[in-house]
């Protein structure tokens, strides 16, 4: 109804009685602007074969409503082919499931509390694969955190020391499960939705398969913030997986370190790229004050704007970033020749028209032969477009890299996603244009 009043958004994400003092939504839901759940059902034929285009222009213009999110995030993300049918997301679903629930059977059986409903926030092994069996130590994993008491932990850790030597790759993922625990007991505590232990213990178990799966990266500080919405807005745990799984695909290279590098170091040297071409006054003075590394930035980066939004507005923010960079291709890119469909799927995506891409990746597309260089995602654009914002209290009031970061974290709640993605276009342009010229 064209005339109706936008419709608040926080109440789909409920908030504790007693957290007051957290930022306020901007997001509102707006009759003829939002993607509505008629809109998203009609965009599909009887097949059920989308039409993905009319969907990331009304994203882009009002987002998503939170009734539809999730299923609308798994395009988004490339969990499903908009070319593909009813019955064939329906197979590919249940062979993921499938797949999920076993990888989380064989973490069960490496250590016995994953899958259990409870979860642990202390560590049960040494660094060269011996038990930790202090029951002083165990204790920290108490009931009122994890619901797992001391006696239980011991007794897993002892059945977990009996089975002799363990090799590194167990060893490796054993030592990841507390601190999985310690993030995940901290994770949007604010909601309502996690004060069940069901809830957390889920978020936990999402983490610790992943982390056994993709052992390169493992877990990492920041991804529980990631995976935390998935959980939400999805109610099967496995789809949730596949959606976070899939979002690490982009990220997980922020996470990648080793000792003489930091993963999200290649976006942070764009940024600083970005600002020398837009904003060279800035990028002198942040040098002058030691800041030329960007470091101050990290947080943006790992966490995806996650601290400087209410939750509801994150969520937002996300969706029309992945609207505005959205790339059909995406499920095959993913799938490679391994899911339901595949060939077909590849031989479709030749033909796709533009409006199927983001309008981000549309410029990109418009680029991609004048500029050898791979495209940037659309996050390092925010960050500028941030920085550009702040630039002249940056300018004036900064005497120390502790002033730049007391001016950013000011920004928390002040800033209105649509604009910062807007702002974020404009400098895309700004930025091509001018790197063209140099």
Known sequence: MWGAAPEPADSYYKVRPECTDLPKTRFKIKPGKTLSARKWH??????????????????????????????????LLGCYDPKSTFDEREQLQLHRRKKYYQW?????????????????????????????QDPLVLQETNSDSSGLSASSSLKIVKEVA????????????????HQIGLDVVRTDRTLVFYETQE???????????????????????????ICS??????????????????????LRGNFRCTESSVGVETQLSSLASITQVIDPKLHRHLET?????????????????????????????????????????????????????????????????ARHYGKFERENLKNRGKNSEAPLPISVFLVASVLKDKSSKLLQEARGLDDVVQILNGITGNIDAKKACSEAMKLHKKYLKKAKQT
């Open 42 to 75: 009609a965009a599909f034929t009887s097949e059920g074969y989308l039409d993905i285009g009319k969907t990331l222009s009304r994203i882009q213009r009002g987002g998503i409503h939170p009734s539809i999110r999730g299923e609308v995030w798994e395009f």
């Open 104 to 132: 989380k059977n064989e973490c069960h059986g490496l250590f016995p509390i994953v899958g259990s409903g409870k979860l642990i926030t202390a560590p049960v092994i040494t660094e060269d694969g011996q038990p930790i």
């Open 162 to 177: 009996s089975r002799g030597p363990l090799d590194k790759k167990v060893i490796q993922w054993l030592l990841t499960l």
């Open 199 to 225: 809830n957390l213990s889920k978020l936990w178990d999402i983490l610790s398969v992943y982390a056994w799966i993709d052992a390169d990266v493992g877990y990492c500080q920041g991804m529980s913030d």
């Open 229 to 250: 919405p998935m959980i939400i807005l999805l109610d099967d745990e496995a789809d949730a997986f596949w959606c976070f799984e899939r979002l690490m695909r982009r």
């Open 289 to 353: 004050l030691g800041g030329g590394d960007y470091l101050f930035a990290v947080r943006m980066f790992m966490v995806l704007f996650r601290r400087e939004f209410s939750f509801c507005d994150s969520l937002y923010l996300w969706e029309m970033m992945w609207a505005l960079e959205y790339d059909p291709d995406l499920f095959s890119l993913y799938e490679k020749a391994e899911s339901v469909g595949d060939k077909a799927n590849g031989f479709k995506a030749k033909a796709r028209s």
